[in-house]
């Protein structure tokens, strides 16, 4: 389990970013944590996570190196962000309540479609990928200062850096993947 330490602020967020002002904090966090968890972490590997992770936690008592401090506020907190804003629009239109699962509706507003949310989501992981790219890149050409970054550690739950955060599908082919057998027409 990830400690919750959270390299992006609520505060951070409403200020660069089209999330409204009124938008609840509870709703906004957990996706922050998840976000970080599942992008970010791989992105840096297990060592210099948990390094930045208790940088951030111990910074009231130590302040934190200038490397580091670039690393968060010109690498990092461009990915997390957008990262985070491709996966909110479902969590804060959706809530689990008492009697069920329930979709937000006003008078006034209307509901996002899901192809509306696809795009929306699409749009923004296409800003975080390539921030993340970036970041990457940024870490890459400079191990001398991250330590870290070269070497995660070791052992079962130790994560790898990612050398890239773009991601596409290939299509192989409609029987790619299949083997065919020497009776009939049929297809495993």
């Given at each position: 389990m990830s400690k919750k330490i959270l390299f992006l602020s609520e505060k951070y967020i409403k200020e660069n970013s089209f999330v409204?002002?009124?938008v609840n904090p509870k709703d906004l966090l957990p996706t922050v944590k998840a976000v970080q968890d599942i992008y970010i972490h791989p992105m840096l590997g297990t060592a210099l996570y948990n390094k930045l992770q208790d940088l951030v936690m111990n910074q009231n008592t130590t302040p934190i190196p200038a490397d580091y401090v670039s690393l968060l506020d010109y690498y990092i907190l461009d990915a997390l962000l957008w990262y985070a804003l491709a996966d909110m629009p479902i969590p804060l239109q959706m809530k689990l309540v008492n009697k069920g699962v329930v979709q937000r509706a006003d008078?006034?507003?209307?509901?996002?479609?899901?192809?509306?949310r696809k795009e929306l989501h699409d749009y923004c992981k296409s800003k975080a990928e390539w921030y993340a790219q970036r970041a990457i890149n940024y870490l890459r050409a400079n191990t001398d200062k991250y330590p870290d970054y070269i070497d995660p550690g070791t052992g079962c739950d130790v994560i790898l850096p990612d050398r890239t955060q773009f991601s596409t599908g290939i299509f192989l082919g409609a029987s790619a993947g299949r083997r065919r057998r020497n009776f009939g027409d049929k297809y495993q």
């Open positions: 409204s002002d009124n008078a006034t507003i209307a509901v996002s479609s899901t192809s509306d």
